[in-house]
């Protein structure tokens, strides 16, 4: 059931990444980041820069988790043996067997290695094959290309625009590009689109 995702903690992993519920401890792995590379943040709706707003952003993720509101993930990359970032499950919507997928970020070590491709599987193949969902959602910032990009290649279709949509860290508002994978489509093409692509 959809609503029984918050009753236990939900551990995803292979042989490259391993996902699990963040916790407020985390902030010893992530301070690093936020304070020497604040550039992480640059599209995002919400910033973790520096000590007190990483402290902050993780706050909030536990207390969005203790609420039921999200499931946030902290990313740690089996390879290299170090935390990479985190992602997350976000507007779950039980009746509609809907949610969005986002608010991910990674520390520039580990972007273009391969690790978003083994985290997005996992993530996927647990909201389709375990959750049950029938779509998942992404976000970005349309200038963001990287990122946009990404998502197109796990096999994410572009939806539109959402025009002048969000306030950003900077104060301005910014559009959001939509995308989405139905699980039609996970099984018919994306898992094993995005399991060729993994390495």
């Not at 010893?28 to 995002?44: G, L, M």
């Not at 000590?51 to 990313?75: C, P």
């Not at 990674?106 to 083994?118: D, E, I, M, S």
């Not at 910032?141 to 572009?158: H, L, Y």
Request: positive net charge; charged residues 30%.
């Amino acid at each position: 059931m959809i609503e029984d995702i918050f009753k236990d903690p939900i551990i995803l992993e292979d042989d490259r990444v391993l996902l699990r519920a963040m916790v407020k401890e985390d902030d010893v792995h992530f301070i690093p980041f936020a304070i020497n590379e604040p550039d992480i943040w640059k599209y995002s709706l919400v910033s973790a820069a520096g000590e007190a707003g990483m402290k902050k952003y993780i706050d909030t993720a536990v207390e969005n988790m203790q609420h039921h509101k999200e499931y946030v993930f902290t990313i740690f990359d089996k390879r290299t043996n170090e935390y990479a970032g985190s992602t997350r499950f976000y507007d779950i919507q039980p009746a509609f067997k809907t949610t969005l997928l986002g608010y991910t970020w990674y520390a520039p070590k580990f972007q273009r290695t391969g690790l978003n491709r083994h985290c997005k599987f996992l993530l996927l193949q647990f909201a389709f094959e375990q959750w049950g969902l029938e779509r998942v959602e992404l976000r970005a910032d349309p200038d963001n290309e990287r990122s946009v990009t990404a998502m197109k290649a796990i096999g994410c279709v572009p939806e539109g625009v959402l025009r002048n949509h969000m306030p950003t860290v900077s104060g301005k508002r910014r559009n959001t590009i939509i995308l989405s994978i139905l699980k039609d489509e996970w099984f018919s093409t994306g898992k094993t689109l995005l399991k060729n692509k993994m390495k």
